[in-house]
């Protein structure tokens, strides 16, 4: 039995299909629950044992992504976002690594044959989870931009109307080549807003592929080296996929909190030339100075 590259289905629950690695993901969420709930249950005010080891978590999190953002308040509202992403994705890529997780399921008959169908398969080496991740986290930036600095204002990162409009003004005020560079300029600035637009998909496909063959990739390099010798040759690769678990659960969740980050910045150069130059330290000093 190779390894497919879809998820298997185990069951149907309201005549949707369960898979494999949607049931990995269940077991993910489920230990996180539980996790919370032992943590709420009897908060310390001197934390020791697993609540020390949550808090440092979390204050080591949040360090992180104040190298990125710069900003407390923004890192401590990235914080629910991003955590949740690292930690799913960890736990997701770990759970893969278990024993019995792919040698453990139930006969089925695929293509006329009977197949044994594992019932756990580590929920980041299916593309739906992996691409279901990569938009929210997308969605969720362009969210988080609107609500941070509006939408008209964030819209004109992209669809940048509003440079025509300036330039389409300055028609009989400035030189008429000036104006038509700053006409041509503003149309070259919308088509690349339309191009930035496209990117945002990029985005959501590159980071979900991403993930999702590295993760893949290591459960075909396993099954093989399993299928080869299946005593001490494959310990060394099992260690190496604890890292390859954690690397990309960190290049994943710091993707996506880069993503945030640029999406809540203000953007600039708002103002044209002529209010920029009114707003020069020193200009009303030097005006008052001619009139005199």
């Excluded at 390894?3 to 149907?12: C, D, N, Q, T």
């Excluded at 093989?224 to 960190?250: D, H, S």
Aim: without cysteine.
């Amino acid at each position: 039995m190779a390894v497919p590259i879809s998820a298997e289905k185990i069951f149907s629950l309201g005549g949707l299909p369960v898979t494999n690695s949607l049931v990995n993901g269940w077991v993910a969420v489920f230990v996180f629950i539980v996790l919370a709930l032992v943590l709420r249950a009897k908060p310390l005010e001197v934390p020791r044992g697993v609540q020390n080891a949550a808090e440092a978590l979390i204050e080591y999190m949040l360090g992180f992504i104040d190298q990125v953002t710069h900003d407390r308040d923004r890192s401590r509202k990235f914080l629910p976002i991003v955590g949740t992403l690292f930690l799913f994705i960890l736990l997701s890529n770990w759970l893969g690594l278990v024993p019995g997780v792919g040698s453990i399921g139930i006969w089925q008959m695929v293509r006329g044959e009977p197949e044994l169908v594992p019932l756990f398969r580590p929920a980041t080496s299916d593309l739906n989870m992996t691409l279901a991740m990569g938009i929210a986290g997308v969605l969720v930036s362009h969210v988080l931009g609107v609500a941070t600095i509006g939408f008209f204002r964030y819209s004109g990162k992209f669809i940048q109307v509003r440079g025509i409009w300036k330039a389409l003004r300055r028609f009989g005020r400035v030189k008429l080549g000036q104006a038509v560079m700053d006409l041509f300029v503003a149309v070259v600035e919308l088509m690349v807003g339309f191009i930035e637009l496209i990117s945002e998909v990029a985005k959501m496909i590159s980071l979900s592929l991403r993930l999702f063959g590295n993760v893949f990739a290591g459960e075909v390099l396993l099954y093989v080296f399993f299928r080869l010798v299946a005593y001490i040759l494959p310990i060394p690769f099992i260690f190496l996929e604890l890292v390859v678990g954690i690397v990309q659960a960190m290049i994943f969740s710091t993707l996506v909190l880069v993503y945030l980050t640029v999406a809540t910045d203000q953007p600039h150069g708002d103002d044209d030339g002529e209010t920029a130059h009114k707003k020069t330290p020193g200009h009303e000093k030097k005006t008052a100075e001619a009139k005199t």
